[in-house]
């Protein structure tokens, strides 16, 4: 077995997904996010419930692996095409867990997601975007990978709580 690996997750995996949310999206939105807005999204986003609704809503995670446990995980979900038929994927979720952090592996999953959209390319032109939270130092690393800002917003995500994003994109 390799040291390091990513494989395409199954509604099994669900609990693996949560589980290390549990810790990287926490450890992430610490200090961005209050108490109550960071309980909102993690029932909202990563509950089994709706961890299998987005299976189904053709969410597609890969977990990373390495010396056998789950380190990470990504999301990608197509969209649709724009105006200009550029197909646009969205990559929905991008953690490490904080130990694993500084290993490279974060830019192993974003490569994954990349290859992921390229081999399911129903056009010739494809971008995949990303919402960011503004504070979030992460914005550096989808930088360094070559992502540029294409607008920002302040999305209502619903019991009075907004997502104040950057919307990041990277034409493949």
């Given at each position: 077995?390799?040291?390091?690996?990513?494989?395409?997750?199954?509604?099994?995996?669900?609990s693996v997904i949560h589980d290390?949310?549990?810790?990287?999206?926490?450890?992430?939105?610490?200090?961005?996010?209050?108490?109550?807005?960071?309980?909102?999204?993690?029932?909202?986003?990563?509950?089994?419930?709706?961890?299998?609704?987005?299976?189904?809503?053709?969410?597609?995670?890969?977990?990373?692996?390495?010396?056998?446990?789950?380190?990470?995980?990504?999301?990608v979900q197509k969209e649709g095409t724009d105006a200009?038929?550029?197909?646009?994927?969205?990559?929905?979720?991008?953690?490490?867990?904080?130990?694993?952090?500084?290993?490279?592996?974060?830019?192993?999953?974003?490569?994954?997601?990349?290859?992921?959209?390229?081999?399911?390319?129903?056009?010739?032109?494809?971008?995949?975007?990303?919402?960011?939270?503004?504070?979030?130092?992460?914005?550096?690393?989808?930088?360094?990978?070559?992502?540029?800002?294409?607008?920002?917003?302040?999305?209502?995500?619903?019991?009075?709580?907004?997502?104040?994003?950057?919307?990041?994109?990277?034409?493949?």
């Amino acid at each position: 077995m390799n040291e390091v690996f990513i494989r395409i997750a199954r509604t099994d995996d669900i609990s693996v997904i949560h589980d290390m949310a549990e810790v990287a999206f926490r450890h992430t939105y610490r200090e961005i996010l209050s108490p109550e807005q960071m309980e909102y999204m993690m029932d909202w986003m990563y509950s089994p419930a709706n961890l299998l609704k987005q299976f189904e809503d053709g969410h597609v995670y890969h977990i990373l692996f390495s010396l056998g446990r789950p380190c990470g995980y990504v999301s990608v979900q197509k969209e649709g095409t724009d105006a200009d038929k550029t197909e646009v994927w969205h990559l929905q979720k991008i953690y490490v867990l904080p130990s694993e952090q500084g290993k490279g592996f974060g830019k192993l999953l974003f490569e994954k997601a990349v290859s992921h959209v390229k081999e399911n390319l129903s056009g010739i032109k494809a971008r995949i975007e990303l919402n960011v939270n503004r504070q979030n130092k992460a914005v550096s690393f989808y930088h360094h990978l070559g992502m540029t800002i294409l607008r920002e917003g302040d999305f209502h995500i619903g019991s009075g709580f907004y997502m104040n994003d950057y919307i990041m994109g990277l034409d493949i």
